[in-house]
């Protein structure tokens, strides 16, 4: 009789606690930490403005006078939710470094919304492939996550094996440009079921476009019609210096755990 009761209880514990660990701990907005039950926060989404109008129609950003717009010309187009501050760069840091898989929603309804909005169809979502060293580190692919959660608001399939990374490569971290494109060519590779059809890819930051530009050219290798991408910010490299002791803490972890 003891034991039903435990197995009872334990059952109803197993259904509910999920449930009841949210009901008594709602999850804290990466931003403003207040437990609002939000991963980020409406009032902290509101924050993450847009870059100001005009803007360019093929990479998206300002169009000041001085704009020279450096998107790679495998990519038809490329849209970005907002700049790289405030409160969607804190969530954009709480999802790579600091495990908070749970504000990939919020995020990937920005990415959806973003897309939405430019009325381009596409026949499906591809994530940047993650190189395998930082895929066994951080055991998730940010993009993949982002990618899913974009999809399920826009009915759209999200292929995560389509596009692989056939090498590893450096973080592109402290690179130039020119580094960066030489860093990341040929590294990938695209499924031929992807022929004939139009994708987009998804990430979370781009800074210069070297490995949009590179997943791009493998899937028109591999026959797609065109190819688009979306990224929730734009980041100069200077405002990536302080991701760089992550990437290569990563490193470190990664030849250590090897060795
Ligand atoms: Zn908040
Ligand atoms: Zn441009």
Not at 15 to 29: D, E
Not at 187 to 198: D, E, V, Y
Not at 220 to 248: D, F, K, P, Q
């Amino acid at each position: 009789m003891r034991s039903q009761w435990r197995d009872w209880f334990s059952h109803v514990w197993r259904a509910t606690s999920h449930v009841g660990r949210s009901l008594l701990f709602p999850p804290r907005c990466v931003s403003c930490e207040r437990s609002t039950g939000w991963a980020l926060c409406p009032p902290c989404i509101e924050q993450s403005a847009a870059f100001p109008l005009p803007r360019c129609s093929r990479c998206d950003l300002p169009l000041e006078a001085e704009h020279v717009c450096t998107l790679p010309p495998v990519l038809r187009a490329a849209r970005v939710v907002a700049p790289h501050a405030g409160p969607l760069r804190r969530a954009i840091h709480a999802l790579k470094y600091e495990g908070r898989t749970d504000v990939a929603r919020p995020l990937g309804i920005m990415l959806a919304a973003r897309w939405r909005h430019t009325g381009v169809p596409v026949d499906g979502l591809l994530p940047v492939p993650l190189g395998a060293a930082r895929h066994t580190q951080r055991g998730y692919n940010q993009a993949a996550l982002l990618a899913e959660e974009m999809a399920h608001v826009l009915e759209l399939p999200v292929l995560c094996d389509a596009l692989r990374r056939v090498r590893e490569t450096r973080p592109q971290v402290g690179l130039s440009r020119k580094e960066r494109l030489e860093n990341v060519r040929g590294a990938f590779r695209a499924s031929s079921a992807l022929a004939g059809r139009s994708w987009l890819l998804v990430d979370d930051v781009c800074t210069t476009g070297a490995t949009l530009s590179a997943c791009a050219q493998a899937l028109l290798a591999a026959g797609a019609t065109r190819v688009y991408a979306i990224t929730l910010t734009r980041s100069a490299e200077e405002t990536l210096h302080a991701s760089l002791a992550h990437e290569l803490r990563a490193c470190h972890v990664y030849s250590r755990a090897r060795t």
